[in-house]
């Protein structure tokens, strides 16, 4: 079992869309309706933006969601703004009390 | 709201112990909740280390299985994370966070931990 593999960078536009990919295994994310998603601003702590793969915490913007297709979850950002900007990271489990991150992903906002 | 808060020294010799504490405020650790140590290597991602029930039942990171240990002080309100046998690569920062079934919320702000001579 590794990381989670996500694109190392994506970019976008200020309106636009953006999605970010997060591939597993069958033993993880293929597994489990169990992905988050966390928003890591610059020189701050993650912050949980979806949990149980589409699912948001109060007070989580709805431009953020999250879906899956087999191994591989997406978090997906509506109309993106400019404090969109950082790094994203998802997290699967993996079974037997085990988690797994992915390496992140630094969106920019161009 | 719960509130964490990470302390401990942030100079660790190498092959030496690093030894950090996790302490909750606003809500109770006797809670039925886990408590999650996460780290992250400077420029680096995240890295799960491990999770403590509040009876005191622990989770390991095949990846650190052998060298971490995690803890619970009720009496303190606090959780705490011993890895031993450090070396430079073990430099990050340091997360404690609350475990909500297999998801994180809220974490503490980090402490930073470096491994040098």
């Known amino acids: 079992q590794s990381a989670l593999t996500q694109p190392a960078s994506v970019s976008g536009s200020p309106g636009q869309s953006i999605t970010i990919s997060c591939t597993g295994a069958?033993?993880?994310?293929?597994?489990?309706?169990?992905v988050s998603w966390y928003q890591q601003l610059p020189g701050k702590a993650p912050k949980l933006i979806i949990y149980?793969?589409?699912k948001r915490p109060s007070g989580i913007s709805n431009r953020f969601s999250g879906s899956k297709s087999g191994d591989t979850a997406s978090l997906t950002i509506s109309g993106l703004q400019a404090d969109d900007e950082a790094d994203y990271y998802c997290c699967s489990y993996a079974g037997t009390s085990l988690v797994f991150f992915g390496g992140g992903t630094k969106l920019t906002v161009l | 709201q719960v509130q964490l808060q990470e302390s401990g020294p942030g100079l660790v010799r190498p092959a030496g112990t690093l030894s950090l504490t996790c302490a909750v405020s606003?809500?109770?650790?006797?809670?039925?909740?886990?408590w999650t140590w996460v780290r992250q290597p400077p420029g680096k991602g995240l890295e799960w280390l491990g999770e403590i029930s509040h009876g005191g039942n622990a989770n390991y990171s095949p990846s650190f299985r052998g060298r971490v240990t995690i803890s619970i002080d009720m009496s303190n309100n606090q959780v705490s994370l011993n890895l031993k046998s450090v070396t430079a690569a073990d430099t990050a920062v340091y997360y404690c966070a609350k475990t909500v079934l297999t998801w994180f919320d809220p974490w503490g702000q980090g402490t930073l931990v470096t491994v040098s001579s």
């Open positions: 149980e793969g589409n």
């Open positions: 606003g809500d109770s650790i006797r809670s039925n909740d886990w």
């Open positions: 069958s033993s993880d994310v293929g597994s489990y309706n169990l």
